[in-house]
């Protein structure tokens, strides 16, 4: 983070760009400090997008603190951050690729009641795992709650 340091140094003044640069530099191992930066954006009146909670909730998923990336979430929509098929893809592919296939089922029921389901989700990983898990119930289910909206297989 020498270049953080010496752009505040040279009184440069970072924008949203510029710390999602320096967050997603930290990504490899620099988890810690990839959250520092994150709370030093939010400090310096910076607000996150889209792409800066998309490296974090990958990078938590990666270290295994799946309750800090799915808070992520929900700070995301807090902030007023719109979901995406690719904000989704992360939040349950990586909740799925760990046997938390239940917890990610429930995410997209809870998020999708908050409005926040966008048309086209491909929502095939979570019916894949549930099946996979011998939960072909908790799939139907699923899949029947959501017969009327708009979701795909890829």
Do not use: W
Request: with cysteine.
């Amino acid at each position: 983070m020498a270049v953080y340091a010496k752009m505040i140094k040279d009184r440069v003044k970072p924008d949203v760009f510029i710390f999602n640069t320096l967050i997603r530099s930290c990504r490899n191992s620099l988890f810690g400090l990839a959250l520092e930066m994150f709370k030093e954006m939010k400090d310096k009146g910076r607000s996150p997008n889209v792409f800066s909670f998309h490296t974090l909730i990958k990078g938590s998923f990666r270290e295994r603190k799946f309750e800090e990336g799915t808070g992520m979430a929900y700070e995301m929509l807090e902030l007023g951050c719109q979901f995406s098929n690719v904000t989704y893809e992360i939040l349950v592919d990586g909740l799925c690729r760990e046997g938390r296939v239940l917890e990610a089922c429930d995410f997209l029921i809870d998020f999708s009641g908050k409005g926040a389901l966008p048309n086209g989700f491909d929502c095939f990983c979570l019916i894949e795992a549930l099946c996979g898990e011998e939960n072909v119930g908790r799939a139907l289910e699923f899949v029947d709650g959501y017969g009327g909206k708009e979701m795909h297989q890829a």
